[in-house]
């Protein structure tokens, strides 16, 4: 299997959407991303990944 399309998420990015039928596709998480730190959700042909961010308190 070839992948022609990698998309890179990286800590800070909120979300992103994803849609592309065409091949196969890569999903590289930034450094310091864990699975406790994002959420996925698919629907249809669409993969939303959005970053659970902890409010700042200044």
Avoid: C, H, R
């Avoid at 990015?13 to 996925?40: P, R, S």
């Amino acid at each position: 299997m070839q992948v022609n399309d990698i998309y890179i998420f990286n800590l800070g990015d909120g979300q992103l959407e994803i849609m592309d039928a065409n091949g196969y596709d890569g999903l590289k998480f930034g450094e310091g991303i864990t699975k406790d730190d994002i959420t996925i959700t698919k629907k249809q042909m669409a993969l939303f990944i959005s970053a659970l961010t902890t409010p700042q308190m200044w």
